[in-house]
């Protein structure tokens, strides 16, 4: 039943609601079931179908505590693969299952605060079971080129109730709940939030086009503080442009006014830079893409440069470790 409701539905999973008083709780856990799954994580959902069989056996009662298992192996698949390699992961699930929650044993520890003490513990014997020591690792290894699909769920996780910070120019901070909500199916299988665009090109045009530090040996492009969503279509459109042609493509996506539209194609001919009829077209019947607004706040004569991707990084790892520490204790 857990393949057949949850796994071939792609996360579009349907519980009960009525004993769950935040509404956005079935929504993160169905979202977090297809993040797992398009991550090719399967010892996950091994524990997962696990509580998700109390809901078949106990009915209604149970859903809250599979739609908190959800987000707890969630949140410890990113926190183990944002800071390190796969090496060892699947045998963490194994005694999990083993020793604490296989069918033998029965339902006694099939719970959510053996699972946050257990996921704890294994982090605390990685060296990544505080915040600083996890960031530490983080923000080296949580790049486009180790972990492809966990730098999408993050650039989800940080967009979800976010607002440009004022003071850190180019940089997003959390926000009040319901402002934007990005951890929904819908959002993920979304032709607007499909594709991972890297801000500084994986390839320079020119040497004049962008900071050659982000070019070094340590390819600082790759890092989830040079990443962003896009449309496939725009992003594939932007490529290897400067940052003025990107940031005119940016700021067609951050606009929610119609009417500036129109004065951005100007703006983009004042730069010398012709956009397709055929391109702005698009960019006009793409759904609002709020978590652009703090790239375009670096504004069309600013520098994206390593500094910038260095802070944006930590600032992405900050909101990430704090939302999936939160998921991880409940």
Partial sequence: ?????IIVKKGNVILK????????????????????????????????????????????????????ACRQVAAFFTLWRSALDN???????????????????????????????????????????????????????????????VCRFALF????????DPDCIGLMKMSNPGVCSYLETDKWNSDSFSTIEHIAPQQQSSEEDWDNNLYDD???????????????EINSSVGNKTWIEKWIYYKHLAETNPDCLDNLQQ???????????????????????????SIVNVGITGTWDKSLVEARTERICDILWERMYKWLIN
């Fill in 218 to 232: 340590e390819n600082n492009y790759e890092k989830i503080g040079n990443l962003t969503l896009l449309p496939v």
């Fill in 157 to 164: 996780v940080t967009a979800h109730n976010t607002i440009s």
């Fill in 1 to 5: 039943m857990y393949w057949q409701n």
């Fill in 17 to 68: 609601t009525e004993n769950i008083s935040n509404s956005d709780l079935p929504k993160q856990a169905a979202f977090c079931t297809l993040y797992l799954q398009k991550a090719g994580h399967k010892m996950a959902h091994s524990v997962l179908s696990r509580f998700y069989s109390q809901i078949l056996r106990e009915g209604n009662d149970a859903d809250i505590k599979f739609i908190l």
């Fill in 87 to 149: 090496a060892g992961l699947d045998d963490v699930y194994r005694e999990l299952l083993q020793s604490k929650i296989s069918w033998k044993k029965g339902d006694t520890d099939l719970n959510n605060e053996v699972l946050k003490k257990y996921f704890l513990g294994v982090l605390e014997d990685k060296k990544i079971g505080d915040k600083n020591s996890w960031k530490n690792k983080a923000i080296e290894y949580l790049r486009y080129d180790n972990v492809k699909i």
């Fill in 267 to 293: 703006e983009a001919e004042n730069y010398d830079i012709s956009l397709s009829s055929q391109i702005v077209e698009k960019l006009k019947k793409t759904l609002h893409n709020h978590h652009i607004e």
